[in-house]
């Protein structure tokens, strides 16, 4: 499989952003008090890296692609409980696009890269105490299962 | 550049008590200046050059699959003594076991079937103690990770990056 070039990676970590975004404003709403506030983080963080890579990949002459209106959500959000699951699993998709960044990129750009896999794997395993969920951590975080 | 110094040849020690050197002390550093002397000249040297090389650098991931059983030893030990600990600490120390497999599949050499050390210190006597403690390891490793993971190949990136978010991971897990 060859390697996908840095724009590339970076392009595809920025459609996974643009989801993630997405999928905290369905989040959101079926929480309250201290996971809500949570949530709004969430987004934030991914709103942060959005605005960052539109920037990035402009600057660097590559495709910018366009935001959706809207994604499909793997499963319905339709309370407290469906709400956190799906959030984990946003936090460890979008992480798994980070990861596969590392590969292609170098230097500044892969220390970019693995803060947002970090910071995401993070959350994720945050969002799994908030549940209730155990194991709160997977042994390899953003890797393809 | 000994034998500009007063050595005293044939005389009582006294002498090179008093100026503080020993004959031996002159000795062995006259012999220190001639191996040094006689090693300087060969490397890098054409003519000279060896036919067999040099053997390759440690892989700077030998010493994570160390690091990996050291860390899975450490969570085994609190468990021990922590029972009520075990099912937050077991599942991390299948993950740093896990990590020192697939380290060692990357290096292609065999798994190591014991840490390389025991952990230095005994587990805290008290839980918040050890998980305190077990933080601070991770922490450790976490930078220790981030630089592998800086400075590795390409095709070693993605798996020094989810070792390096798994222990952050840890810590968050261990709070």
Redesign the interface.
Known sequence: MRQPSAGEALTSALSAEYAAIYAYGRIGVRLTGAARDAAHQAEAAHRRRRDALVVQLTTAGGVVPPDRAGYALPYPVTDRASALRLAAEVEERTAAHWRAALASTTGSERDQALAALVEYAVRATRWRKTAGVTPLTVPFPGRPT | MVLTCPVGMGKTTQRDQASGHSRRKLLSAGALLVLGGAVTPLTGCDLFDRDDQPPPPPDPLRPMVDESLTLAAAYQSSATAHPELA??LN??A??HT??AR?LARVLGVALPSTAPAAPTTAPAANPAGALAALRALEKTAQQSA?AA??AAP??R??????????R???Q??LK
Do not use: K, M, N, Q
């Open positions: 099912a937050r599942p991390i299948e993950a896990a990590h697939e981030t993971c800086a390409a095709e990136a993605a798996l020094l990056g989810s070792i390096v978010a798994a952050a991971t840890h968050e897990a």
